[in-house]
T-cell receptor, first 119, second 114 residues
Framework: KAGVTQTPRYLIKTRGQQVTLSCSPISGHRSVSWYQQTPGQGLQFLFEYFSETQRNKGNFPGRFSGRQFSNSRSEMNVSTLELGDSALYLC??????????????????FGPGTRLTVL | KNQVEQSPQSLIILEGKNCTLQCNYTVSPFSNLRWYKQDTGRGPVSLTIMTFSENTKSNGRYTATLDADTKQSSLHITASQLSDSASYICVVSADGGSQGNLIFGKGTKLSVKP
């Protein structure tokens, strides 16, 4: 069974630009979550999508948005990039269900991440 | 405020030695606690998941313990190998139905030297 894939793996952008990252979950998984990881803050939750609907959202500005398609693939968009947006962006998929990855039985599987550098 | 604190921040040990990583949390109401291993440049991989009723969980040479009363967890690595060099992240899930209630520790960076 193929794992979670993310594209692109590396990206370099300049301030003010926008970027779109893609995540393909494990086949059969309906929940996709996005995280930002920086050395100073560690992993921080961005949002979760389940059945094409944003189910939960972390504490990030509106420049960060996402969507999920009918095949469960998800995209994340960051507009008006800032230097502080440089980070490893991880997506994780799980089967989903009532409360999604909160449940012990709903294990999350992470992709390799997209390394975004903003110059 | 829900928080997860991990210690130490970093650790260097010799190959073959054992080590223990700590995780203290102030998350309420508690649902479950997870340990992840993250190799450099890769996504985290789940090691163990425990609910409050489980106080020990093993995965090969990795053994996690949980004391729900003191809100402490530890990850013990036995007979360390060079491939154990990674960051270990403790994640606590708060009961409440919102995925926003996954609280991450900042991790312990373990280096295993030959």
């Amino acid at each position: 069974k193929a794992g979670v894939t993310q594209t692109p793996r590396y990206l370099i952008k300049t301030r003010g630009q926008q970027v779109t990252l893609s995540c393909s979950p494990i086949s059969g998984h309906r929940s996709v979550s996005w995280y930002q990881q920086t050395p100073g803050q560690g992993l921080q939750f961005l949002f979760e999508y389940f059945s094409e609907t944003q189910r939960n959202k972390g504490n990030f500005p509106g420049r960060f948005s996402g969507r999920q398609f009918s095949n469960s693939r998800s995209e994340m968009n960051v507009s008006t990039l800032e230097l502080g947006d440089s980070a490893l962006y991880l997506c994780a998929s799980s089967l989903g269900g009532l409360a999604g990855p909160l449940l012990k039985t709903d294990e999350q599987f992470f992709g390799p991440g997209t390394r975004l550098t903003v110059l | 405020k829900n928080q997860v604190e991990q210690s130490p921040q970093s650790l260097i040990i010799l190959e073959g030695k054992n080590c223990t990583l700590q995780c203290n949390y102030t998350v309420s109401p508690f649902s479950n606690l997870r340990w992840y291993k993250q190799d450099t440049g890769r996504g985290p991989v789940s090691l163990t998941i425990m609910t409050f009723s489980e106080n020990t969980k093993s995965n090969g040479r990795y053994t996690a313990t949980l004391d729900a009363d003191t809100k402490q967890s530890s990850l013990h690595i036995t007979a360390s190998q060079l491939s154990d060099s990674a960051s270990y992240i403790c994640v606590v899930s708060a009961d409440g139905g919102s995925q926003g209630n996954l609280i991450f520790g900042k991790g312990t960076k373990l280096s295993v030297k030959p």
